[in-house]
């Protein structure tokens, strides 16, 4: 079983920029997709970013294309998520999720982190 730690959310002002990380440690050799999702209050969560286990493929919301960018360190474990030109509307919950592919790491996480909050000041 993989166990995920999320962590680099804050509080920010709009146009401001963070790197959220994702820490993977136990049997991440079955983790071939991992991506990120986000829930604000008083809406379901929704799917942010996905990356395969190479990196090679990558798949975004098209809420976010041209701001965030998802990539990988497999030599880490870590799974990290950038995010430019951050809007009040980005303030969620942002939790990372783990599957067997990028395909399911979007319709169907397995495994997923504690979740870090960032706010966006308007």
């Known amino acids: 079983q993989v166990q995920l730690v999320e962590s680099g959310g804050g509080l920010v002002q709009a146009g401001a920029s963070l790197r959220l990380s994702c820490a993977a440690s136990?049997?991440?050799?079955?983790?071939?997709?991992m991506g990120w999702f986000r829930q604000a209050p008083g809406k379901e969560r929704e799917f942010v970013a996905a990356i395969s286990w190479s990196g090679g493929s990558t798949y975004y919301a098209d809420f976010v294309k041209g701001r965030f960018t998802i990539s990988k360190d497999n030599a880490k474990n870590t799974v990290y998520l950038q995010m430019n030109g951050l809007k009040p509307e980005d303030t969620a919950v942002y939790y990372c999720?783990?599957?067997?592919?990028?395909?399911?790491?979007?319709?169907?996480?397995?495994?997923w982190g504690q979740g870090t909050q960032v706010t966006v000041s308007s």
């Open positions: 999720a783990a599957a067997g592919s990028i395909v399911l790491v979007r319709i169907a996480p397995k495994t």
């Open positions: 136990g049997r991440t050799f079955s983790s071939y997709g």
